[in-house]
């Protein structure tokens, strides 16, 4: 149990092109999701947290119009990349946490989109 | 503000042989203490968590973790390493009064030799 399932895997598209990300929770339900960025050998950063029905809450350096996120579903999150350049060139990992359980369940995580922009 | 420190970054061992991959952390608070693997190209795998209880922990692929308050310390254990260990391994903490935020360490790579 506890799958989660992102798409795509692997991304590579030119420089201008706005990228979507999606991050689905296949058996639970999911009201609040999180999505990373991982740099190559480095951990994750937090990029925002999002929670089904209401705004993303982004961290801080992280641009909320360069980093679109919505949230529509419990078992549905994306991540829309606009407009990328070169920079925005990364590992995206999303992760969902079961609704239910309480806060100290853990957070399930999808295999990650690598985006690359030419 | 909440931490988590991972002082090694590799790990090296023979298979058969025992392992242990460290994690010290702070957090204002009680702990919610977590490890993950990650594979290449992969996303995080859940291995084993620490809410409350026995401070041992017993998580999939046959690891365990050792929760030491007194050290802020939550020590990845595994009697026997396989080959198929090596991975990337995540120590994660969030604070029982720390919302939703999860703090991940800087990440240690397992290397188990045959």
């Known amino acids: 149990g506890a799958v989660v399932s992102q798409h795509p895997s692997w991304v590579i598209c030119k420089s201008g092109t706005s990228v979507k990300i999606e991050c689905r929770s296949l058996d639970f339900q999911a009201t609040t999701m999180f999505w990373y960025r991982q740099f190559p050998k480095q951990s994750l950063m937090l990029m925002a947290t999002s929670n089904e029905g209401s705004k993303a809450t982004y961290e801080q350096g992280v641009e909320k119009d360069k980093f679109l996120i919505n949230h529509a579903s419990l078992t549905l999150s994306t991540l829309t990349v606009t407009s990328a350049h070169p920079e925005d060139s990364s590992f995206y990992i999303c992760?969902?946490?079961?609704?239910?359980?309480?806060?100290?369940?853990?957070?399930?995580f999808g295999d990650g989109t690598r985006l690359s922009i030419l | 503000a909440q931490s988590v420190a991972q002082p090694e970054d590799q790990v090296n061992v023979a298979e058969g042989n025992p392992l242990t991959v460290k994690c010290t952390y702070s957090v204002s608070g009680n702990p919610y203490l977590f490890w993950y693997v990650q594979y290449p190209n992969r996303g995080l795998q859940f291995l084993l968590k620490y809410i409350t209880g026995d401070n041992l922990v017993k998580g999939s692929y046959g690891f365990e973790a050792e929760f030491n308050k007194s050290q802020t310390s939550f020590h990845l254990k595994k009697p026997s390493a396989l080959v198929s260990d090596s991975a990337l391994y995540f120590c994660?903490?969030?604070?029982?009064?720390?919302?939703?935020?999860?703090?991940f360490g800087g990440g240690t790579r397992l290397m188990v030799k045959p």
């Open positions: 992760s969902a946490r079961d609704g239910h359980g309480g806060r100290n369940q853990p957070q399930h």
């Open positions: 994660a903490v969030r604070g029982d009064n720390a919302g939703n935020m999860l703090t």
